[in-house]
């Protein structure tokens, strides 16, 4: 069987090992088999098979006929997609639930690095960006200020396609713990209607935040989370996505500084979308 194997690298990363990943492409190239067309066929371990089919049963990626030899189904590509999407919302919501108690291990550690040295952590590209750094605001414990661009609703609009909704899970928590978790989007004539359409998509993630004001681009985005930690978005025009890094620093003094900067812009911006909708190229 001949299968271009690199197409299907995503199923890796959604955390299914070699002989799951070969057992349901073989599988969607059958449609229906049994085992042993399966080993053959896909190269798998006889001793391999009823586990990764378990698996791949369990979590609803395939049907399971209940015959002599037993046969396996698979779905079609539409509903199979939508399952693995479901999947990787259920794992993202469920660690976001449980990571307090993560936090709480890794705050436990006995620290070698003394003193006010800021910690820095870079991240590359827009995935990691969200993965790695805006979701940690899920676990914030006092508040959460955030001015946000265009790439940032680029950035999550896209994760969000692929499974991973950082806002509806940031929101979850936040209706959880009660933190005060402010934005302020940034905007221009040009970016103005796709904030509209990105403020009516995820209005079940943004309605529970404790405030949220609209102003003039700045060109720098930006979280500042607890106080001392904070979040540095980098965007460059000639990078495809735009979002094409993020910093991660902690470090007291910054927050600080991008606290005060966040409090005065929240004076001047729009209190409404009114002034936006009345923007040219709406």
Not at 10 to 33: I, P
Not at 47 to 68: D, F, H, N, P, T
Request: net charge positive.
């Amino acid at each position: 069987m001949r299968v271009a194997w690199a197409e299907f690298g995503l199923l890796d990363e959604a955390g299914f090992g070699s002989y799951e990943k070969r057992a349901l492409v073989t599988l969607a190239v059958h449609g229906l088999s049994d085992a042993a067309t399966l080993c053959r066929e896909g190269d798998i371990p006889t001793s391999k098979i009823y586990a990764a089919m378990e698996k791949l049963a369990r979590l609803g990626l395939i049907e399971v006929r209940r015959s002599r030899p037993q046969l396996y189904a698979a779905l079609p590509p539409e509903p199979l997609i939508e399952r693995l999407n479901a999947l990787a919302r259920e794992r993202a919501e469920a660690f976001a639930t449980a990571s307090a108690g993560l936090r709480a291990a890794f705050e436990k550690l006995p620290r070698k690095l003394k003193g006010s040295q800021a910690r820095v952590d870079l991240a590359l590209g827009a995935d990691s960006h969200i993965k790695r750094h805006v979701s940690r605001l899920a676990g914030a414990r006092q508040r959460v200020l955030s001015y946000l661009e265009s790439g940032d609703i680029n950035a999550m609009r896209t994760l969000r396609e692929q499974g991973f909704d950082v806002l509806k899970a940031i929101a979850r928590e936040r209706e959880r713990s009660g933190v005060e978790h402010r934005v302020i989007f940034g905007f221009s004539d040009r970016s103005a209607p796709r904030l509209l359409e990105f403020l009516r998509e995820f209005a079940a993630s943004t309605r529970t935040l404790s405030g949220v004001r609209y102003s003039g681009e700045m060109g720098h985005p930006f979280h500042v989370v607890d106080d001392d930690t904070v979040i540095l978005a980098l965007d460059h025009p000639f990078v495809g996505e735009g979002r094409f890094a993020s910093l991660l620093v902690q470090d007291a003094s910054l927050a600080a500084q991008l606290t005060e900067g966040f409090e005065q812009l929240w004076q001047r911006a729009l209190k409404n979308l009114r002034e936006i909708r009345a923007w040219p190229g709406r």
